[in-house]
């Protein structure tokens, strides 16, 4: 496992005081696995939170340029270690026979599980919501 020197612990810190919705979205992904921005505006963060569905994307390109998180293909997840969010969407696409389009999910990269593993030891930011 990667440790973190104090330099970077709070390069980190400021970065996500700056952008909060991003560690809530590294938060969520850890939580709840791979998700697309419209299943976390809808399920998760936007509705309660008043966030937009671009707002969303905006935090995940930011996540994905530091290398926190990768884009997956929808047709490469783990079908048996999906979230339930994921789930009832599967079970609804199974009725059809016809080919859907697949989306964009987002996953923590390792370095982002790092970090986030790290975050909440310390208990950097945590989120009380």
Same mark, same amino acid.
């Given at each position: 496992?990667?440790?973190?020197? =104090?330099?970077?612990?709070?390069?980190?810190?400021?970065?996500?005081?700056?952008?909060?919705?991003?560690?809530?979205?590294?938060? #969520?992904?850890?939580?709840? *696995?791979?998700?697309?921005?419209?299943?976390? #505006?809808?399920?998760?963060?936007?509705?309660?939170? *008043?966030?937009?569905?671009?707002?969303?994307?905006?935090?995940? =390109?930011? +996540?994905?340029?530091?290398?926190?998180?990768?884009?997956?293909? *929808?047709?490469?997840?783990?079908?048996?270690?999906?979230?339930?969010?994921?789930?009832?969407?599967?079970?609804?696409?199974?009725?059809? #026979?016809?080919?859907?389009?697949? #989306?964009?999910?987002? =996953?923590?990269?390792?370095? *982002?599980?790092?970090?986030?593993?790290?975050?909440? =030891?310390?208990?950097? +930011?945590?989120?009380?919501?």
């Amino acid at each position: 496992m990667t440790e973190f020197d =104090q330099k970077e612990i709070n390069l980190w810190r400021d970065f996500f005081v700056k952008n909060p919705v991003a560690y809530r979205l590294m938060v #969520h992904t850890k939580r709840y *696995g791979p998700d697309t921005p419209v299943i976390v #505006h809808k399920r998760l963060l936007g509705r309660r939170s *008043g966030l937009s569905i671009e707002e969303i994307r905006a935090n995940y =390109q930011l +996540l994905l340029d530091f290398g926190l998180m990768e884009k997956t293909p *929808g047709k490469e997840l783990n079908r048996h270690d999906l979230t339930s969010s994921i789930k009832k969407t599967l079970k609804r696409r199974q009725k059809y #026979h016809t080919p859907r389009k697949t #989306h964009t999910y987002y =996953q923590l990269s390792r370095k *982002g599980e790092l970090l986030t593993r790290f975050l909440d =030891q310390i208990e950097i +930011l945590r989120d009380d919501s």
